[in-house]
């Protein structure tokens, strides 16, 4: 990784950012750059600084595209996949990187998200996952655990939460995967897969809000915060070596599920060629 990334790929001028002291974004938004910058140095990679978009909804995550110096896109609040489906259909060949909260992806913008996995469209899908709406206060979220607490769950949330990747493999996607704030270069090495693959990929990176969620249900400092990810979520390598038992309250980091789908583009190209032959019909 060269040292000047923050110069290459950050709109300085947009700095200060917003973030809070020990928020997981600016980990997140590094570790897309890291992966990236990993990518455009590859040269079996045709990954370049003019065919990567980026793509964000609204919420403190969704700040990332803004600060990003691609050719990025800060959209309207779950909406960040509908505009990412329209740039994806407009030009295949762009890479288009949605970067998007638990809120922003799975709650206001969850059909988005189950059809673009359904057609299998080659996006990919970071979602930073704190457990919470951060940006408006810290009303509870789909991924917000049980029993947990939020502004609008003082005496605990009574909703069961989604398993964001889980929801996406269920849905159709070809490629979903877990990453998260501690585990560092392991994240950066799935989310270079993701982009890598052609079809519909979703990382889902546990995050960290300090601020509300972290507050509200006493999990201590960003440090302690942290802590808790390096003893509970767990890299494959060493994952599926621990006996069963110690896996009980542990999460895997990993790639969950994988597919060689159709990809949507691809498919849609053969039916633009039907049309423009005249073949309505079922040749294929
Ligand atoms: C249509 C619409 N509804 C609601 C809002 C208010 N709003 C802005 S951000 C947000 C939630 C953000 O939570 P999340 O997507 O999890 O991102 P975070 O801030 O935690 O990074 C909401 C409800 C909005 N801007 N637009
Ligand atoms: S409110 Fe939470 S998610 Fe938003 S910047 Fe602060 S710590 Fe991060």
New binding site residues.
């Given amino acids: 990784m060269p040292s000047d990334l923050v110069h290459l790929f950050m709109r300085i001028d947009h700095l200060p950012h917003i973030w809070c002291p020990g928020c997981g ?1 600016g980990t997140i938004m590094r570790d897309v750059a890291v992966a990236i910058e990993e990518l455009i140095d590859d040269p079996e990679v045709s990954l370049n600084r003019e065919n990567v978009v980026i793509v964000s ?6 700040r990332a595209a803004g600060y990003l110096d691609f050719n990025s896109i800060h959209t ?3 909406r960040a996949i509908a505009f990412a489906t329209g740039i994806k259909l407009a030009n295949p060949k762009l890479n288009v990187i949605v970067l ?6 799975s ?2 913008g969850g059909n988005h998200l189950i059809h673009a996995a359904r057609r299998n469209l080659g996006l990919t899908v970071i979602a ?1 996952n ?1 457990d ?5 206060g810290g ?1 509870y ?1 789909p991924t917000t655990p049980n029993g947990d607490r939020a502004t609008t769950a003082p005496y605990g949330n009574v909703d069961r939460p989604f398993d964001i990747a889980n929801l996406a493999t269920g849905a159709g996607a070809s490629f979903a995967a877990r990453g998260d704030i501690y585990h560092v270069r392991e994240t950066i090495d799935i989310i270079k897969e993701a982009i890598l693959h052609k079809g519909f990929s979703l990382v889902d990176v546990y995050s960290i ?1 300090p601020t509300y969620y972290g507050r509200k249900n006493k999990k201590g400092d960003a440090v302690e915060m942290l802590r808790w990810q390096r003893d509970h979520l767990i890299p494959t390598a060493r994952y599926y070596h621990m006996p069963e038992a110690e896996r009980a309250d542990k999460k895997l980091i990993g790639i969950l599920s994988y597919n060689d789908y159709p990809e949507y583009t691809e498919e849609y190209a053969k039916v633009i060629e039907r049309a423009r032959g005249g073949n309505k019909g079922g040749a294929r």
């Fill in positions: 974004n909804g609204i919420g403190c995550s969704s309207t609040h779950g998007t909260g638990d809120g922003d992806c709650a206001i930073f704190n919470i709406y951060g940006m408006t009303q979220s809000c």
